[in-house]
């Protein structure tokens, strides 16, 4: 029997928290054991995003829930990444807003959103 699986993509604005939230779901998942020592940002992998401190390109990691396999994307906020952003939303079945509670909602995040929900997805 084949195993059910989810494939979702976190969206919000630059800075608003998807990479430390993909980040907290690995570790709390039981991804890596617990004695692992991690870097911060796991999913920022290449050097030019560690040093600017933003995702730039997409990048998937996926977590095992209660039988279902959850493939995460980990998205950039950036506007000029925007492109990179657009082309996930065609492979996921929906997506995971992030929303910063002293921000609020900002330009990027109501473009995603808008771009999400054009394309049928399912937001939470």
Known sequence: MSQPIRNIAIIAHVDHGKTTLVDCLLK????????????????????????????????NCAIEYRGTRINIVDTPGHADFGGEVERVLSMVDGV?????????????????????????????
């Open 96 to 124: 995971l807003l992030v929303v910063d509670a002293v921000d609020g909602p900002m330009p990027q995040t109501r473009f995603v959103t808008r771009k999400a929900l054009s394309l049928g997805l399912k937001a939470i």
């Open 28 to 59: 709390q998942s039981g991804t890596f054991a617990a004695h692992e020592k991690l870097a911060e940002r796991i999913m920022d992998s290449n050097d030019l995003e560690r040093e600017r401190g933003i995702t730039i390109l997409a990048k």
